[in-house]
């Protein structure tokens, strides 16, 4: 069935470094990839998002990248700040009857003073 | 604009027990998901539901649960007979009409079951 793959599954980078989290779908036919990020006890919230047609997406301090022949898409925060320490999960849907999110297993950023 | 609504944020139950959660979209959204986040794990799909209709409910256990969005009021997510292997964060997320991508989520119901 659907299944998407993320990696690693922590992540202790220092203030100012870069950090990169990397996904993997199964489901060819995907072609919606959001990013969330969730504190601790919090609601998971879109941070940024790509659909399939785009190879690339920028917002400030984070950019997706998404490669369809390779059906991977990865995260890539710049200049982190301790204030970006969160659990962070990608997710794959496809357009049709049901727009369900396939999850992956989610990456416990670290951003050190 | 209010985001997504649910309560109650914390629910504790003993085993036998029903659980009722309960999510109002934000304003404008006609489109409500349920998933389930066990601790330490991902969210799991579980139902989509637009007004008055179950669309999608692959991710829904067969026995004990259901789940309904009536035409007025919020979209709730019923659990009867309550397990400790149901502790888990409930959280629902909405979209707007046409099956818009973007899911926004609520602040989500953290069932504990004693």
């Known amino acids: 069935g659907e299944n998407v793959e993320q990696h690693p599954s922590t992540l202790s980078v220092q203030e100012g470094d870069s950090a990169v989290i990397k996904c993997t779908y199964s489901d060819s036919a995907s072609n919606y990839f959001p990013w969330y990020k969730q504190e601790l006890g919090k609601r998971p919230q879109l941070i940024i998002d790509?659909?399939?047609?785009?190879g690339e997406k920028k917002d400030q301090r984070i950019a997706v990248t998404l490669n369809k022949t390779a059906k991977h898409f990865s995260l890539h925060i710049t200049e982190t700040q301790p204030e970006d320490s969160a659990v962070y999960f990608c997710?794959?849907?496809?357009?049709?009857?049901?727009?369900?999110?396939?999850f992956g297993t989610g990456t416990l950023l670290a951003v050190q003073p | 604009n209010a985001g997504v609504m649910q309560n109650p944020r914390h629910l504790v139950r003993r085993r036998g027990q029903e659980a009722r959660l309960r999510c109002s979209p934000m304003?404008?959204?006609?489109?409500v998901y349920w998933y389930r986040q066990l601790p330490e794990e991902g969210l799991k799909f579980m139902v989509y539901?637009?007004?008055?209709?179950?669309?999608?409910e692959s991710g829904m256990p067969k026995e004990r649960f259901s789940a309904e969005f009536p035409k007025e009021g919020p979209s709730i997510l019923r659990i009867q007979q309550v397990v400790r292997g149901d502790s888990a964060a409930y959280f629902c997320?909405?979209?707007?009409?046409?099956?818009?991508?973007?899911?926004?989520f609520g602040p989500g119901t953290r069932l504990t079951v004693t």
């Open positions: 790509i659909r399939s047609n785009v």
């Open positions: 539901l637009q007004k008055e209709n179950i669309i999608d």
């Open positions: 304003k404008g959204h006609s489109h």
């Open positions: 997710a794959a849907s496809k357009s049709g009857a049901t727009n369900k999110l396939i």
């Open positions: 997320a909405s979209s707007p009409p046409g099956g818009g991508y973007e899911q926004y």
